[in-house]
C-alpha cells in the first residue's frame, strides 16, 4: 500500500518516533496527540479494517496498548488514566484506513472528550436487548 502511511512507516520510508517493535506490531508516537504520550499501536501487515485483520495480530495488539498503559503509569508523563480506542469505519471517524490503536494517557481536565448521541442514558428493555443480541449471535462466525 504505497499510499498508506503506516505502510511506509513500516517499510522505513516515512518517519516515526517508534516506542515498541515485534514480528506483528509497531507502537510510536502520534503526531498529533491528544495529551502527551499518546501511542498509536499498528499491525505490520496492512488491514484496512478490523473484519481484515487476524484475531491472534488483533489480540496481541491489545496485549502491547496493556504493555504501553503501563509503562505511561510509571513514566514522568502526566498521567491519570487512559483510554484505548479503535475507531474502525468512516462514520467511527476512522481517517487512516490501515488499523490502528489509540493509546491515549488522560487526566482531568485535559480537554478530551467522547460526545454521545441524544439516546445515551435511556435504558433500552429487556426483549428489544434480547432482540439484537439474537442477531449478534447468529452472525457470529
Same mark, same amino acid.
Do not use: W
Given at each position: 500500500m504505497e499510499d498508506c502511511v503506516f505502510c511506509r512507516i513500516i517499510k522505513g520510508i516515512a518517519p516515526a518516533s517508534v516506542v515498541y517493535t515485534d514480528e506483528k506490531v509497531v507502537a510510536l508516537m502520534d503526531?498529533?496527540?491528544v495529551n502527551p504520550g499518546h501511542v498509536l499501536i499498528i499491525p505490520k501487515a496492512h488491514a484496512a479494517q478490523l473484519s481484515e485483520l487476524d484475531e *491472534?495480530?488483533?489480540?496481541?495488539? @491489545?496485549?502491547?496498548?496493556?504493555? %504501553?498503559?503501563?509503562?505511561?503509569?510509571? !513514566? !514522568?508523563?502526566?498521567?491519570?488514566?487512559?483510554?484505548?480506542?479503535?475507531?474502525?469505519?468512516?462514520?467511527? @471517524?476512522?481517517?487512516?484506513f490501515h488499523v490502528h490503536l489509540h493509546v491515549i494517557?488522560?487526566?482531568?481536565?485535559?480537554?478530551? *472528550? %467522547?460526545?454521545?448521541?441524544?439516546?445515551?442514558g435511556l435504558k433500552t428493555d429487556r426483549e428489544t436487548l434480547d432482540?439484537?443480541? *439474537?442477531?449478534?449471535?447468529?452472525a457470529t462466525l
Amino acid at each position: 500500500m504505497e499510499d498508506c502511511v503506516f505502510c511506509r512507516i513500516i517499510k522505513g520510508i516515512a518517519p516515526a518516533s517508534v516506542v515498541y517493535t515485534d514480528e506483528k506490531v509497531v507502537a510510536l508516537m502520534d503526531i498529533q496527540p491528544v495529551n502527551p504520550g499518546h501511542v498509536l499501536i499498528i499491525p505490520k501487515a496492512h488491514a484496512a479494517q478490523l473484519s481484515e485483520l487476524d484475531e *491472534e495480530t488483533g489480540a496481541h495488539m @491489545f496485549r502491547i496498548a496493556m504493555r %504501553i498503559a503501563e509503562a505511561l503509569r510509571r !513514566s !514522568s508523563i502526566r498521567y491519570e488514566g487512559v483510554n484505548l480506542f479503535l475507531a474502525d469505519g468512516e462514520a467511527a @471517524f476512522q481517517e487512516v484506513f490501515h488499523v490502528h490503536l489509540h493509546v491515549i494517557p488522560r487526566f482531568r481536565g485535559d480537554g478530551f *472528550e %467522547i460526545k454521545v448521541g441524544p439516546h445515551y442514558g435511556l435504558k433500552t428493555d429487556r426483549e428489544t436487548l434480547d432482540k439484537i443480541a *439474537e442477531k449478534i449471535r447468529k452472525a457470529t462466525l
